[in-house]
């Protein structure tokens, strides 16, 4: 039965699960992965589609989990021949020295659900925030008591009539503006946020956030929260504020540098004595014991090749 990759990538996005979508782009034979071969790699390590075998799946899955963590794409090249410097056009490059032989070529972007912008406040300046977060794809969520249906916007907004604890990837501003401030503020912390920020003067954030901690919150969870919010333009209108607060959140999301050479395969994983792949021991394809050692391999072909003269691929 085909794998039908798009339906089971629209149900996971459905759900609201991040994975990564591993396409074949290019192979050198010999190799039994085929061009345009799609799988599905998810966050907990496992793969569903067929790109190939071997060598180079645990490669594949361990790129795929560290471009979910990430939310960056990456082409990566498996390879026993070394590109030319010339010829440079990979973000990461590994070097197999499988029986096999072949050369695999992969593009593995991650699909991630939509950041969610926690809104506190019934206020202009929540309103004019919660509206143009809408246009930047973020999940936006307005939440106050007593907030009207009548106000002006965007029908992509979710309204909630409380102070809500959200859970999943949120970043959150507070703009209660003296309307239950540590209510907004306790439920903004217990969300567990990537970013947290309160519209409010330096002054006045001092007194609430002693109030915070005689509430119990501890200091450090405290110390997370951002205040004023936004970057300083000289904002004076709820519009400008709201823009203030998004360049914020724009640039928080944006920071890493993303480097176009390529990286080369190092990390804290066993080193599989044959093909000199690395391998995670918790997903490697087979393991062998000897003279007191574990050793682990990417896959049977490498452990029982090395099974019959250990002493000779032992460095």
């Not at 039965?1 to 994975?19: C, N, V, Y």
């Not at 782009?25 to 907990?44: E, G």
């Not at 970057?231 to 709201?242: C, G, L, M, Q, S």
Request: charged share 25%.
């Amino acid at each position: 039965m085909t794998f039908d990759w798009i339906k089971r990538a629209s149900q996971l996005q459905e759900d609201g699960h991040p994975f990564a979508i591993a396409t074949v782009i290019n192979t050198v034979a010999p190799t039994s992965a085929k061009p345009m071969s799609k799988a599905i790699i998810h966050d907990d390590g496992k793969l569903e589609g067929w790109i190939g075998g071997g060598c180079s799946i645990n490669t594949v899955i361990s790129e795929g989990l560290k471009c979910i963590k990430s939310g960056k794409s990456i082409i990566l090249r498996l390879s026993p021949e070394k590109i030319s410097d010339d010829k440079i056009t990979y973000k990461k490059e590994v070097f197999l020295t499988c029986e096999s032989g072949g050369t695999l070529e992969f593009h593995i972007e991650p699909v991630l659900p939509m950041t969610k912008l926690i809104i506190y406040g019934n206020t202009p300046t929540a309103h004019a925030l919660a509206n143009m977060g809408s246009f930047l794809n973020y999940e936006c969520n307005l939440c106050s008591p007593g907030i009207s249906s009548d106000i002006d916007l965007s029908r992509n907004i979710k309204i909630h009539n409380s102070y809500k604890t959200f859970s999943g990837n949120c970043v959150i501003v507070v703009a209660s503006q003296g309307e239950n401030d540590i209510q907004a503020l306790k439920s903004a912390i217990g969300s567990k946020p990537k970013y947290v920020s309160m519209i409010i003067s330096k002054k006045k954030a001092s007194s609430i956030m002693k109030q915070l901690e005689k509430n119990g919150l501890n200091k450090e969870e405290i110390s997370k929260v951002k205040f004023p919010a936004g970057v300083d333009i000289n904002a004076k209108t709820p519009e400008e504020i709201a823009i203030s607060i998004l360049a914020e959140l724009i640039n928080d999301r944006n920071s890493e540098d993303d480097h176009e050479a390529v990286i080369l395969e190092v990390n804290d994983s066993e080193i599989d004595p044959i093909c000199k792949m690395n391998v995670d021991p918790k997903n490697a394809a087979d393991s062998y014991k000897f003279d007191g050692n574990m050793y682990y391999f990417c896959c049977s072909g490498c452990k029982e090749k090395f099974a019959l003269e250990p002493l000779v691929y032992i460095d």
